[in-house]
């Protein structure tokens, strides 16, 4: 009898524990979920209050289109058309951006390993990157006809300099012992470059990289209004300039993917394929 | 042969521009000779020039005076014969613990053969990592990255081992641990070891002389034989001679009474 009733207690004991701990499981799980989820959350509910805000006021779809009201001007672009504005925009951003890697890191290598050409060609660099580009947009427009050629130097004059400024900088990072085992080794200049300092420099080749995305973006955008028939750029112009308010926020919304888009692009090759250069907590 | 100093350095002189174009005299007539398989270490305060000293033996630097011969051959480049370990690690992040001790190989003559790799691995033995070889740099601690260094200094077989401060960055333990650890790789893979070192304790533990250098113009003050029979030890610590070596030694850096 006794024996039995002790039993049945930690029977009971046992079964409370269990569901404390399932409860428990739940609400980690609950919470892990809310912290990942909570990004997401955060664009809901702004744009909740931006759709109750347009309402409630009443504000004029001229001035600042309802989330709602966008998205039915988005819809009531035919795909096709949508398309082909995506697809122009993005060629040049992407062909601009081609082009700025392929020139930006091999004259950021000359820039670091020549101090003649750092001494003359960097303040040509900088002379450059501080003119205003879309102030020239126009100027490279007439000088390069129509077609995709102006729109791509505009996007590569946009994007190349950080990218210049990082390698290098990157390059520079090195560490002073692994150039002098480089020297001791007699290995040369060449493998000094390829083997130590172009991998160092790799970490501050993405970051420039990651910036230089939106950027690219940027650029074609530009070149879009200053002269083109097709693209994200000349369809917001052309939107704007008829009234049609929330289809330019639709092509807006649009370029902000693209934008993000490319920038995951570029932070997945990293991760794929030169995880190391992530900081530790990201791998 | 063996009686040939393998390190020689005569009336050696460097002078440096400092930032204001002002002359710095780093070495001032230095005149040294190291044999074969011999322990030295260089101690001395800092900014004495023992990384001077270093370089210009590893053919990095071109003395302002005076002449390094290693085996009678004057230096006028980096030489095959050495391998250098510095006071930081200094390992590649994008390769594993492996391809970095196989680095100067890849990078003298741009491939690694299986040869190379089967050297690797008993260096990695030798230097007690023979469980890392795959491991991320980032993955191991001060010690065990300095040992992957010392196994890269290894890997072509170098006839002398210059080391600048190999353990200064790490903590007092692993310090003692690695002292021995070297004393043991340096046992079984005997090198003739230019050490440099502003400890005392860690001087008298692993060197047959030392060269007590003067503050800049870095100079030789004195050179003291280190008495103690090999192999070394933990009591090695104990021997009456080691505090009177060591409080010797301290009365030399310091050329003014130190207060209490």
């Known amino acids: 009898m006794n024996s039995r009733t002790i039993s049945a207690a930690s029977c009971s004991r ?18 892990t979920w809310l912290d990942r989820g909570l990004p997401f959350i955060a664009i809901v509910v702004l744009l909740l209050f931006w759709e109750g805000a347009a309402r409630l006021f009443a504000i004029p779809s001229f001035l600042l289109p309802a989330p709602s009201a966008i998205l039915a001007a988005a819809i009531a672009v035919p795909p096709g ?23 930006s890191i091999p004259l950021a290598v000359c820039l670091a390993s020549s101090k003649f050409l750092s001494r ?32 791509v130097v505009i996007t590569f004059l946009i994007t190349f300099f950080p990218i210049v400024v990082s390698t290098v900088t990157g390059l520079q990072s090195t560490p002073e012992e692994l150039i002098e085992l480089s020297r001791s080794l007699r290995a040369g200049r060449k493998r000094e470059i390829l083997h130590i300092r172009l991998p160092f420099a790799v970490p501050h080749i993405f970051s420039a990289l990651k910036i230089s995305t939106t950027l690219a973006v940027i650029g074609a955008v530009v070149a879009e209004f200053v002269a083109a028939e097709k693209g994200l750029g000349f369809f917001i112009a052309f939107s704007t300039s008829n009234f049609r308010i929330p289809t330019a926020f639709a092509g807006l919304v649009i370029l902000v993917a693209i934008s993000l888009s490319l920038f995951q692009a570029v932070s997945f090759v990293q991760r794929r394929f030169v995880g190391w250069s992530l900081p530790k907590a990201k791998q | 042969m063996s009686n040939l100093p393998v390190i020689s350095f005569r009336a050696l002189e460097q002078v440096f521009a400092a930032a204001d174009g002002r002359p710095v005299h780093a070495l001032k007539g230095m005149s040294f000779e190291i044999g074969r398989h011999e322990f030295v270490a260089v101690l001395g305060p800092s900014g004495c020039g023992k990384s001077t000293l270093l370089r210009l033996i590893a053919g990095l630097l071109k003395p302002t005076q005076g002449q390094v011969a290693i085996y009678d051959r004057v230096v006028t480049e980096p030489r095959d014969e050495i391998g250098i370990v510095f006071q930081r690690p200094t390992l ?36 007690g990592l023979a469980d890392f070889q795959h491991k991320r740099i980032d993955e191991l601690s001060g010690g065990m ?45 005997p090198k003739t070891v230019l050490f440099i070192t502003h400890s005392i304790p860690e001087a008298l533990l692993l060197s047959d002389r030392i060269i007590v250098m ?30 009177e070596l060591a409080n010797h030694i301290r009365s030399q850096l310091f050329s003014r009474p130190v207060a209490v």
Do not use: C
């Open chain 2, 92 to 127: 590649l992040p994008w390769f594993d613990v492996l391809g970095n001790v196989t680095f100067p190989m890849r990078h003298k003559y741009g491939h690694v053969g299986e040869n190379e790799l089967e050297r690797a691995r008993k260096l990695l033995t030798l230097v």
């Open chain 1, 120 to 151: 003359t060609v960097y303040p040509l660099l900088v002379v450059v990157q501080s003119t205003p580009i879309v102030a020239v947009a126009p100027i490279i427009v007439v000088t390069l006809g129509a077609g995709d050629l102006p729109r």
């Open chain 1, 14 to 31: 046992a079964r409370l524990r269990s569901e404390v701990k399932a409860a428990a499981g739940i609400g980690v799980f609950v919470l």
């Open chain 1, 81 to 103: 058309i949508w398309f082909g504005h995506i697809w122009a925009t993005l060629r040049v951003a992407l062909m601009g951006f081609g082009l700025a890697m392929a020139v």
């Open chain 2, 214 to 243: 003067t503050s800049r113009p870095g100079s030789i003050r004195e050179i003291i034989d280190v008495p103690f029979a090999r192999p070394r030890s933990m009591s090695t610590f104990s021997e009456p001679q080691f505090h």
């Open chain 2, 145 to 189: 990255q300095q040992r992957v260094a010392i196994a890269r200094a290894l890997l072509l077989d170098p006839d002398i081992l210059l080391m600048d401060e190999p353990f200064s960055a790490l903590d007092a333990l692993s310090r003692d641990e690695m002292s021995f650890e070297l004393l043991r790789i340096w046992t079984q893979s």
